[in-house]
Nanobody
Framework: QVQLAESGGSLVQPGDSLRLSCAVS????????MGWFRQAPGKEREFVAV????????YYDQSVEGRFTISRDNAKKMVYLQMNSLKPEDTAVYYC??????????????????WGQGTQVTVSS
């Protein structure tokens, strides 16, 4: 059974840093692109970042480029999202997901077949 479990969400102040973790089980993570998405209240779920299999490339949404860093440890079956210089607009539930899509499609939410339950990140003073 495939399971993705996010952790690390919290209430932080603007400018703070936070690291999210995603523990993966039930699939050979080395063969999957691993992505982070987020969903703010009243908005659609959106792409944040992805690490292509087995970790060769990383891609980011322009809203987080330069502030967020995605990384993966295939041996430990963990995916991380380091978030720096957090802003109130980063407030959302953050989801980890896996995909086997072509590289050209790995920013697309519909290309991801396995999802975690999400972890809440709130940025507020």
């Amino acid at each position: 059974q495939v399971q993705l479990a996010e952790s690390g969400g919290s209430l932080v102040q603007p400018g703070d840093s936070l690291r999210l973790s995603c523990a993966v089980s039930g699939l050979p993570m080395i063969n999957y692109h691993m992505g982070w998405f987020r969903q703010a209240p009243g908005k659609e779920r959106e792409f944040v970042a992805v690490s292509s299999r087995p970790g060769r490339y990383t891609y980011y949404d322009q809203s987080v480029e330069g502030r967020f860093t995605i990384s993966r440890d295939n041996a430990k079956k963990m995916v991380y999202l380091q978030m720096n210089s957090l802003k109130p607009e980063d407030t959302a539930v953050y989801y980890c997901a896996s995909s086997t899509a072509a590289l050209s499609a790995i920013r697309q939410l519909t290309m991801y077949s396995n999802w975690g339950q999400g972890t809440q990140v709130t940025v507020s003073s």
